[in-house]
């Protein structure tokens, strides 16, 4: 999971890396408690938006207020903007880019770094660690080196990078990155932006489509929005809970999915279970179902196969007949990329 | 012929006094595969079903030196230890099961592992199957036999789930495998689709192999890059998951720890286009697989 830049940010703090003086903003007219000049940047997710205006600087606190006013407004690559990070402005005599990741080549951890960093960097060295000898001071000196960074900036950035290396495994990252670690011309260096992503993800990915989605299975559900897009729907979301988990997490993750606004129909598929108790999954999405209001009307398609399958069907079809749901239930005998389709001329079916 | 796990396969189940080990240990002695051990700290003197059970895999080694595989159920915090201590006693091939082992773990036993020259499968792995020879692991679970046929196509797969899901497919249409493995979703992970497709050029009963793969990590296109410099050879039939991708932010991770959505390397396109440059056919759906194999047998 990606963080955004304050959060980042805030594991920097902790791990004594230099960030420049900032104050987080989430509403208009609140104040900037330091001195301008000011770099306004949108926190969102997209890699990209400096490209899509999202970072603006101002030179006064009114000019910086407009600026906030206009960001908190905005959409960055369809991600509404909720805060601001209004930083100092720092002057930059150079940008670096330093970052450690998993290599699956090398099957281990990766220093990449440049003398040249900033928002546009094209390359970056990449030196494979030894993650047994460990990343030892003068190895990193000797990649810095390598990597043509000049004598005077070596030691202080080495430790910075060791700084980084340290967040890097004691907070078990994919990534940890400073893009750019500025030098400013007082020859100090203080990483202003930071691009984190931890090995969690999420418990429900927002899509933006109209048919909600409850998958099960690490590979299943991945292929099964794929085909759902294959045969022509739109998934509001993608989610996995495989695991035999339990009715409760079932129920809350459904109310989450079901909560998405204008849906026109839900998708619950899974591959053939192993373990997984498949009435008490589907009791489950039945609570989670019920508390739902106005009461869902759209097409509920259900294709899951596994352990006490039948016995869910049959829970399925006595729920639908008494309480007037729209249930469809499928077992392996469908396969994935059918049961697709059914749910999309289900959905659709008198719309679009 | 098959790889890595046959008739001869002689296994250790370190963790064996656990639910999931219990269980791997019950399915594989019913699937006729000789258990010889299993391993748990201080629970040394017991026995699972029929299994002896010792403190350290060096007294397990020593009283059963034909142990030649350990299959490690411990949890997460515990794998990296164990996984080392199998190594250190030597034994050649180390299946581990267990999910969301660190990913900094993961380097140091797979760091570890060459180092001493063993095969590491996994960590998150289902398991390794040859059909009617033997299996290592949960892969199959009480189907085992339905889903799984002897035959002359290999089947490598990130997803668990998806190993026995191609598999039943083919066993469905008539065809069936020579070895069956889930090599596991992690980021970092012992042996990639290229270690074991070279394994299978090996291996004269494999004659095709499917792979499943999705986005994150690069052990898509090192498959590409092998076949281009001719060190794999065999015909490939894969299916790659993860198209819808592009819509998500970045560093988004999906059902696999190892599934991280990226842009260039490692993305949904970055894959396709190298499998078909070099000549791997892809299979949009699983469905598809059987007819496509057909072609290639």
Not at chain 1, 303 to 327: C, H, I, S, T
Not at chain 2, 125 to 137: A, D, E, Q, R, T
Request: charged share 25%; hydrophobic share 40%.
């Amino acid at each position: 999971m990606k963080l955004y830049e304050f959060e980042g940010q805030n594991l920097f703090k902790k791990y004594g890396i230099p960030v420049p003086e900032s104050v987080l903003i989430s509403k208009t007219g609140q104040k900037i408690n330091f001195d301008p000049p000011y770099m306004l940047k949108a926190q969102v997710l997209s890699g990209d938006r400096k490209k899509a205006g999202g970072i603006m600087s101002a030179n006064s606190q009114s000019s910086a207020q407009k600026a906030i006013a206009a960001l908190l407004k905005k959409e960055v690559n369809f991600e509404p903007v909720k805060k601001v990070l209004a930083a100092k402005k720092l002057n930059p005599l150079a940008e670096y880019y330093l970052s450690f990741s998993y290599d699956t080549g090398s099957q281990g951890p990766v220093f990449a770094v440049s003398p040249k960093g900033g928002s546009g960097i094209a390359n970056a060295d990449v030196f494979p660690i030894d993650i047994i000898f460990g990343l030892r001071p003068f190895v990193v000196r000797e990649y810095l080196a390598k990597a043509g960074f000049i004598s005077d900036d070596i030691t202080k950035v080495a430790d910075i990078a060791q700084k980084l290396w340290q967040l890097f495994l004691d907070e078990n990252l994919v990534l940890s990155e400073i893009n750019p670690l500025i030098k400013t011309k007082k020859k100090e260096f203080i990483a202003a932006d930071s691009k984190i992503i931890t090995k969690t993800r999420r418990r429900v990915e927002h899509l933006g489509g109209d048919i909600a989605i409850l998958a099960s299975g690490g590979g299943a559900s991945v292929l099964s929005i794929d085909a759902l897009i294959e045969a022509g729907g739109d998934p509001a979301n993608y989610t996995e809970y495989s695991g035999n988990p339990s009715a409760e997490l079932v129920m809350e993750l459904t109310k989450e999915v079901l909560g998405q606004k204008n849906l026109k129909g839900c998708w619950v598929v899974g591959g053939t279970a192993n373990f997984t108790d498949i009435f008490e999954t589907l009791s489950g999405f039945v609570r989670g179902l019920r508390q739902i209001k106005p009461k869902p009307a759209y097409p509920i398609v259900i294709r899951r196969d596994g352990p006490r399958q039948k016995e869910a069907a049959e829970m399925l079809r006595a729920v639908a007949k008494k309480e007037g749901y729209n249930f469809h239930v499928f077992g392996s005998e469908t396969s994935i990329a059918s049961s697709a389709r059914t749910i999309v001329d289900l959905s659709y079916k008198n719309k679009k | 012929m098959a790889i890595l796990v046959d008739k001869k396969t002689r296994v250790l189940v370190q963790g064996i006094t656990g639910n999931e080990g219990s269980r791997a240990a019950k399915e594989m002695l019913s699937y006729g595969t000789r258990v010889l051990a299993g391993v748990t700290p201080s629970k040394g003197g017991q026995e699972i079903h029929g299994v002896p059970v010792y403190d350290t895999v060096r007294e397990a080694k020593n009283r059963h030196p034909e142990i030649n595989a350990s299959l490690i159920v411990v949890p997460a915090f515990a794998v990296k230890d164990a996984a080392i201590e199998a190594i250190s006693a030597g034994i050649p091939l180390i299946n581990i099961l267990t999910e969301l082992v660190s990913p900094k773990d993961c380097s140091e036993i797979i760091a570890w592992a060459k180092i001493k020259g063993a095969r590491v499968i996994g960590p998150a792995s289902v398991g390794v199957i040859s059909p009617g020879k033997g299996k290592i692991g949960s892969i199959g679970s009480a189907d085992v036999d339905k889903i799984f046929t002897s035959g002359p196509v290999g089947v490598i797969s990130k997803s668990g789930g998806m190993t026995s899901e191609i598999s039943i497919i083919l066993s469905r249409a008539g065809i069936g495998q020579s070895t069956a493995i889930g090599i596991g979703g992690e980021q970092l992970i012992g042996s990639g689709f290229s270690d074991l497709l070279m394994l299978f050029e090996q291996d004269p009963q494999t004659k095709a192999v499917v792979l499943f793969g999705e986005v994150g990590g690069g052990y898509e296109e090192q498959v590409a890059k092998h076949i281009k410099s001719k060190k794999i050879t065999k015909p490939i039939v894969a299916v790659i998951a993860g198209k819808f991708t592009n819509r998500l932010p970045h560093g988004t991770v999906l059902g696999h720890a190892g599934a991280i959505v990226g842009k260039g390397a490692g993305s949904y396109r970055s894959k396709i286009r190298a499998l078909k440059s070099a000549g791997v056919i892809l299979a949009d759906v699983l469905e598809d697989i059987p007819e496509a194999v057909k072609k290639l047998i």
